[in-house]
């Protein structure tokens, strides 16, 4: 399969510590992508090459990836980081680009 | 920083082609690829299309029989056609930057997206 599966919703407690996966076939030799996206805003980038944060991301975002499972962490999560999050790869067979479902997370 | 910004008009009537504009500034087109991805009400980030420099393309097969992505260069602009659209196409549209390595694609680059609206 090509999809990529996450969960729909996920919560944690201020200050505590979440993870967000992404499953698929793809994952074993792709490296996942990650994405924040806020009510009313364009997505913008967390995480890429699986674990590298671009320039003004906190350090409390991580990324990892074992087999078919690529994960987002995120250590003492914050209010503002309530938000949608995506997972991106690609289709090696064909070079189509996927996106998973998105994981709704709530701080609590 | 790249900036990347959709036009197009907001309201589509069903059966027609939808048509956007992604102009990009601060910065050269050249060496990356583009894209278009669309976002339905309350629903997650489709993927539609990409296009290289160069021109070569590759669109979801989903839409790929409705779908044409090209770009001007010289205008630093890369543009999307959908045609015979319903419905079920009204979504916000954003153009992106991929970076697209053998091993790590990823959008580093959004615009501010679009709502396109498909409807009499």
């Known amino acids: 399969s090509s999809d990529l599966t996450q969960d729909p919703a996920v919560s944690v407690a201020l200050g505590q510590t979440v993870r967000i996966t992404c499953q698929g076939d793809?994952?074993?030799?792709?490296?996942a992508s990650w994405y924040q996206q806020k009510p009313g805003q364009a997505p913008i980038l967390v995480i890429y090459?699986?674990?590298i944060r671009p320039s003004g991301i906190p350090d409390r975002f991580s990324g990892s990836g074992s087999g078919d499972t690529a994960s987002l962490t995120i250590a003492g999560a914050q209010a503002e980081d309530e938000a949608d999050y995506y997972c991106?790869?690609?289709?090696?067979?064909?070079?189509?680009?996927?996106f998973g479902g998105g994981t709704k997370l709530t701080v609590l | 920083q790249v900036q990347l910004q959709e036009s197009g008009p907001g309201l589509v009537k069903p059966s027609e082609t939808l048509s956007l504009t992604c102009t990009v500034s601060g910065g050269s087109m050249s060496g990356y690829y583009w894209s278009w991805i669309r976002q339905p009400p309350g629903r997650g980030l489709e993927w539609i299309a990409y296009i290289y420099h160069t021109g070569s393309t590759n669109y979801n097969p989903s839409l790929k029989s409705r779908v044409t992505i090209s770009l001007d260069t010289s205008r630093n602009h890369f543009s999307l056609k959908l045609s015979s659209v319903n419905a079920a196409d009204t979504a916000m549209y954003f153009c992106?930057?991929?970076?697209?390595?053998?091993?790590?694609?990823?959008?580093?680059?959004w615009g501010q997206g679009t709502l396109v609206t498909v409807s009499s």
């Open positions: 992106a930057r991929l970076r697209a390595g053998m091993a790590d694609p990823y959008f580093d680059n």
């Open positions: 090459r699986q674990n």
């Open positions: 991106n790869s690609r289709d090696s067979s064909n070079d189509h680009l996927l």
């Open positions: 793809s994952l074993r030799n792709i490296y």
